[in-house]
């Protein structure tokens, strides 16, 4: 761990702080603030729950909120705990269970859940020990991760073993009323929300640069990108389009054409729409992470407690199928600039940047290779917003299916990143065999890094060790 701590205060964690918690390149403490916010909740929890019935602590969850728990039935928590953690299908990687945990330990924080506040240090302890508790993959449709949240409960309580496993695992012993509040949460939706976002605005920035290079090979107009053309757009489209001017400052010029396919003239309009998607996940997210989505929710202020539907997670579903959707479209457009790439009337070189004599096949694979990512891409951004659900005895009858939004924003990083590799394997091959340099800056200081990298030699070869290469180089050029 290199980075400053994370602070889990309830009220400040972005998706760039879980994301370095979570990938361990950072440690995490609470606050005293979220301390003193989780005591005086779990104060208010006490004394309510002692005049009034309050759901999950002294009732039955789901169905049987009508049915009571008295205070001498010890063992109501524990069942709680045991009979949720029954999620199934493989263990989600570590890094999504440490951000779930990030995200549980900083909404218990904000105050609203009631939980012994003496469990924020415990999560703390196990983070910043490396360790991860087992979540299965299937078991939330996007209000609640209970499955993932009892699992976590039962690592606390001693019943599971923390991952790895190991002596000394951090423990606390959760009372019985303390179960449905410690796991009433999307935490486990939230975490992996901010990881995707974390690492789709890096591929962003990454896409933008390699769009530059593409530019460049085929000495594309610069005037789709002026400033008065998107005066009065957008946030996004502004923000690609001033990157790109800066990038391709005092590029040689005139033009090839006085108008440039799609791929370059509409990368402004089609790339920004995806920024802004991404920043809209962003914030929404983070408005999510620092809140005290509880339910019940305790009031400190009011000295009350609010059963209400704060577990799900509309908002934030919706905003991620949104994100899969824009980057459909940016990446089709990383495609088709490809496209332009193997073909000589663009760039004035051999067809597919071909080094051997004609015909060969240089780089004509690529796309097939960026196509067929882009096919995956398309397929996930089947909004997840559209399923339905009525369970549990018909008592809850509607679900979101966020998570299947967040699974599915992890799992269009893969085919993204390939996309991507595809045009900067074949962008650097072009401005190499062109013998084009960037005028300067972070555009020949990027090249620079990518050629170092990767391959010159232009033969026909298997292309499977260039894209691994340029896999490697993303997120150095997201960095940049």
Not at 29 to 41: F, L, V
Not at 252 to 276: E, F
């Given at each position: 761990?290199?980075?400053a ?10 998706c ?8 361990g ?68 990687p ?7 945990l990030?995200?549980?330990?900083n909404?218990?924080a ?17 983070l ?13 449709i ?21 991952l790895?496993?190991?002596p ?16 009433s ?17 890096g ?10 290079f ?7 107009s ?7 053309v998107?005066?009065g ?15 391709l ?46 339910n ?7 000295q ?5 539907g ?9 905003a991620l ?10 990446g ?38 960026a196509?067929?990512?882009v ?41 993204y ?39 010159a ?24």
């Amino acid at each position: 761990m290199s980075s400053a701590p994370v602070v889990l205060d309830g009220d400040s964690l972005t998706c760039a702080r879980v994301a370095a918690a979570a990938r361990g390149r950072a440690p995490v403490t609470i606050s005293d603030a979220g301390r003193d916010r989780a005591r005086a909740a779990a104060l208010v929890a006490a004394e309510v729950t002692a005049q009034r019935p309050v759901y999950g602590r002294t009732t039955g969850v789901g169905a049987n909120r009508d049915q009571p728990v008295g205070p001498a039935d010890e063992e109501a928590g524990l069942r709680l705990m045991r009979s949720h953690a029954g999620g199934g299908g493989p263990l989600v990687p570590p890094e999504l269970s440490r951000a779930m945990l990030v995200v549980r330990a900083n909404q218990l924080a904000a105050g609203g859940a009631g939980v012994d506040p003496g469990v924020l240090d415990v999560l703390a302890d196990g983070l910043n020990r490396g360790l991860a508790v087992p979540v299965p993959t299937y078991g939330a449709i996007g209000t609640g991760d209970l499955t993932a949240m009892a699992e976590a409960a039962l690592c606390l309580i001693g019943e599971r073993d923390w991952l790895p496993p190991g002596p000394g695992q951090p423990r606390f012993p959760l009372g019985s009323a303390d179960a449905l509040a410690f796991m009433s949460s999307s935490a486990a939706t939230l975490g992996e929300a901010c990881l995707a976002c974390d690492d789709l605005a890096g591929l962003l920035r990454a896409s933008t640069l390699i769009a530059a290079f593409s530019m460049l090979a085929v000495n594309g107009s610069m005037e789709p990108y002026a400033e008065a053309v998107h005066r009065g757009r957008r946030a996004g489209q502004q923000a690609v389009a001033a990157r790109m001017r800066g990038l391709l400052d005092g590029q040689p010029g005139p033009p090839s054409r006085i108008q440039d396919p799609y791929g370059y003239r509409a990368l402004p309009q089609v790339h920004g729409a995806a920024v802004d998607a991404v920043a809209h996940a962003e914030r929404t997210v983070a408005a999510d992470i620092n809140a005290a989505d509880e339910n019940p929710l305790v009031d400190v202020a009011g000295q009350a407690v609010w059963h209400n539907g704060n577990f799900h997670t509309a908002y934030l579903g919706l905003a991620l199928d949104a994100v899969r959707a824009a980057l459909f479209q940016t990446g089709a457009l990383a495609a088709a600039r490809l496209g332009t790439l193997v073909e000589p009337r663009f760039t004035r070189l051999t067809p597919f940047l071909a080094g051997d004599p004609q015909p060969s096949s240089g780089v004509m694979i690529l796309e097939y290779v960026a196509h067929a990512a882009v096919a995956d891409i398309r397929r996930l951004a089947a909004p997840a917003a559209l399923g339905a659900a009525v369970l549990s005895r018909g008592v809850e009858d509607h679900a979101g299916f966020s998570t299947q939004a967040a699974r599915a924003t992890t799992d269009v990083l893969t085919p993204y990143r390939m996309v991507l590799a595809c045009e900067l394997v074949a962008a650097v091959r072009a401005l190499r065999m062109a013998q084009l340099r960037p005028a300067g800056g972070e555009l020949a200081d990027a090249l620079a890094l990518a050629a170092g990298a990767l391959s010159a030699d232009t033969q026909d070869r298997p292309l499977d060790d260039d894209l691994a290469a340029a896999l490697d180089l993303l997120p150095q050029l997201a960095d940049g």
